[in-house]
């Protein structure tokens, strides 16, 4: 495959951002721009938690992407999607920002809202970008459930430094550079890795 014939296929993914509860969820809507504007990506979905939508406004979520935008069961019930119908659209999943309690809740398993059940029942790519402070980074669970998560095979973003929002201080926990884990993801998603076809709802 050429790279203009990976551009393309590039175009025609589906792709989810999950969005948890952390200040960093206001860059969602520019990494959004990113995937449309610099790969030609328009199918995006986004999947916000609870504390996510506290954070930074449904409406500036909705305005940043084209496709839908799911923040609990209410509304997932509402516009008839689900977990199972959403991970089965999902070319790539990108959960960014990804909180400390995320990384505990899949790495053992536990889906108890509409974001984490839809990470158990994806088979594409998963892009998990943690954010946090260096102390709960640095956390002996929280580095188990990394480990767990990357051996359970998604692609986990370390950390890089930056300017601590509660401290004012310089620590390692900001956003670290996704770009070439999602453009390896995408990659991957394009040579066939998709989601499943035909996925059979199970009882929660």
Request: proline fraction near 4%; aromatic fraction near 2%; charge should be negative.
């Amino acid at each position: 495959m050429t790279d203009d014939d990976l551009t393309a296929a590039m175009r025609e993914l589906n792709v989810t951002i999950g969005v948890c509860g952390s200040v960093s969820a206001v860059a969602v809507p520019h990494i959004a721009l990113w995937l449309k504007g610099a790969l030609g990506i328009s199918k995006i979905h986004i999947v916000a938690t609870a504390s996510a939508t506290r954070l930074i406004g449904l409406p500036i979520l909705e305005a940043s992407v084209d496709g839908q935008v799911a923040t609990d069961w209410v509304t997932s019930s509402a516009g008839r999607t689900t977990h199972v119908t959403i991970a089965a659209r999902s070319d790539v999943l990108i959960v960014l920002p990804a909180t400390a309690n995320f990384l505990g809740k899949v790495a053992n398993g536990i889906a108890d809202d509409l974001l984490t059940t839809t990470v158990l029942a994806v088979a594409c790519p998963v892009v998990i970008v943690p954010v946090m402070n260096e102390v709960m980074w640095m956390k002996a669970a929280v580095q188990r459930n990394v480990v767990t998560l990357r051996a359970d095979g998604y692609d986990v973003v370390e950390p890089k430094a930056g300017l601590s929002l509660a401290t004012g201080t310089r620590e390692v926990g900001s956003m670290g550079d996704f770009r070439p884990v999602i453009l390896a993801a995408l990659t991957k998603a394009v040579a066939g890795h998709g989601p499943q076809d035909n996925p059979t709802e199970q009882g929660e």
